[in-house]
């Protein structure tokens, strides 16, 4: 099983940076990617949206709100995700998961953090 721990959070203003980071550990070999989440206020865990992912090999995919302004990236070595987030808008904000891709077999799991509020308001 995978654990996730996220961190990172907090409040900025509009224009501002924020960095996060998910670090996993467990069995962290059934990993085949890692993701990055929002949930917008008012909305449902059913209506999360992609952010951000990226592959064991690096390849990366970003969210169309997001493209341009926020950067994936991971240590392998550390099994540790970093979301680097700048030009920060209103809409930025929300509770901010951590996603685990994981596969067992031919079983795929999805493997959640706590969550990290992100707050953009001036």
């Known amino acids: 099983q995978v654990q996730l721990v996220e961190s990172g959070g907090g409040s900025v203003q509009p224009g501002g940076s924020l960095t996060l980071s998910c670090a996993a550990s467990?069995?962290?070999?059934?990993?085949?990617?890692m993701d990055w989440y929002r949930q917008a206020p008012g909305k449902s865990r059913e209506e999360r949206e992609l952010?951000?992912?990226?592959?064991?090999?690096?390849?990366?995919n970003y969210g169309d709100s997001v493209k341009g302004r926020f950067t994936i990236s991971r240590d392998n070595d550390k099994m540790t995700v970093h979301l680097q987030m700048l030009n920060l808008q209103h809409e930025d904000t929300g509770v901010y998961y951590c996603?685990?891709?994981?596969?067992?077999?031919?079983?795929?799991?999805?493997?959640w953090g706590q969550g990290t509020q992100i707050t953009v308001s001036s």
């Open positions: 996603n685990a891709d994981t596969r067992i077999g031919l079983t795929d799991y999805d493997c």
């Open positions: 467990g069995t962290t070999d059934t990993i085949y990617a």
């Open positions: 952010v951000a992912a990226i592959t064991r090999s690096g390849t990366t």
